[in-house]
């Protein structure tokens, strides 16, 4: 028996929209996610400045931002946002143990993870950051990075979406690398 095609599978470089050629050679060709978000040329094209504000211009740095990014993936259940992820958390210099804890309960993680993980927490199940926690994140990261962790959330909640609802796979490189070094609890 064989497996249903994808319905969006991620568009080949013959399949690429001329209205958003010049992303093809970016971000958006890299990534099997942008390739089959491509299926809407208008929404990939709306989508890149915010990509650039969220994974690049953020203001959380490269290891909280990891966290946040894998606290989500972690609730959107999300294989292709949690392995791209574990790997971006090792290329920062996160250890296994501590991006493993981020899937975890909150006191099984380090003080600053928690009060990330806390947040998205909140706002994937409340739809908001509680008075404690708005305090606890602006004292660690400030108030742009409050902002940027719920950019953060609702950037990669909405990629999450994709993903599962289109079974986008995980980029080859990323697969392998999941293979040859899985996760060390």
């Avoid at 740095?61 to 949690?82: C, Q």
């Avoid at 600053?112 to 950051?129: G, P, T």
Wanted: hydrophobic share 50%; aromatic share 8%.
């Amino acid at each position: 028996m064989t497996a249903p095609a994808l319905p969006f599978p991620p568009l080949s470089d013959a399949e690429w929209p001329d209205a958003i050629a010049d992303l093809k050679s970016g971000f958006a060709g890299r990534l099997n996610v942008y390739r089959t978000m491509a299926h809407h040329p208008q929404l990939l094209a709306a989508w890149a400045p915010l990509r650039d504000q969220v994974v690049v211009k953020h203001g959380l740095g490269a290891p909280f931002s990891e966290v946040v990014i894998l606290r989500t993936g972690h609730h959107m259940k999300a294989p292709y946002e949690w392995a791209h992820h574990v790997s971006r958390g090792r290329a920062c210099g996160m250890s296994d143990a501590r991006i493993a804890a981020i899937a975890g309960p909150l006191a099984a993680m380090e003080a600053d993870d928690a009060i990330l993980s806390r947040a998205v927490d909140e706002l994937v199940i409340d739809k908001r950051l509680s008075p404690e926690t708005i305090t606890a994140i602006t004292a660690l990261v400030g108030k742009q990075g409050l902002f940027d962790v719920i950019a953060t959330v609702g950037f990669y909640t909405t990629l999450g979406f994709i993903v599962n609802s289109f079974a986008t796979p995980i980029d080859d490189a990323i697969a392998r690398e999941m293979v040859e070094k899985p996760l060390k609890t």
